[in-house]
């Protein structure tokens, strides 16, 4: 059976910034049939649930993991190094876990792919990767952005 690495909240885990996860029943049949490996890299970098809302500055998450743009808060603080180590933590389980592929969550700062917000903190989103979608990426993994969720 062929595994997938699923953003731990879009299979009911409520780990999101907000404390709420985002099921779906769309999420449940683009799996259905595969080994899943549900994961956080948020929680798993260190970051508590809930949280405060980050976005990266600067770059993408590609740029966070060259060192050219941070992941932080709304607050300010910097949270580039828990984004970082919690993309690396789901890097390991998906190896451990035999995925090729990825679904991750739309927009956000670690699982985005191909859009995410822009730093603002007012909703805008910019073409660019979240910090996990790019290491997995960087390292033969498929990754998909969930279905609208």
Known sequence: MEAILVSACLRGVPCRFDGRHRASRGVEEAVAGRAVVSFCPEVAGGLATPRR????VGGDGHDALDGTARVMEDTGSDVTEQFVAGAH???EAAR???CTEALLMPRSPSCGRARVYDGSFTGGLVPGDGV??????RNGITVRAAPTV
């Open 53 to 56: 809302p980050a976005e990266p």
């Open 96 to 98: 451990r876990g035999g």
């Open 89 to 91: 933590r789901a890097l």
């Open 132 to 137: 996990t979608a790019a290491l997995l990426e």
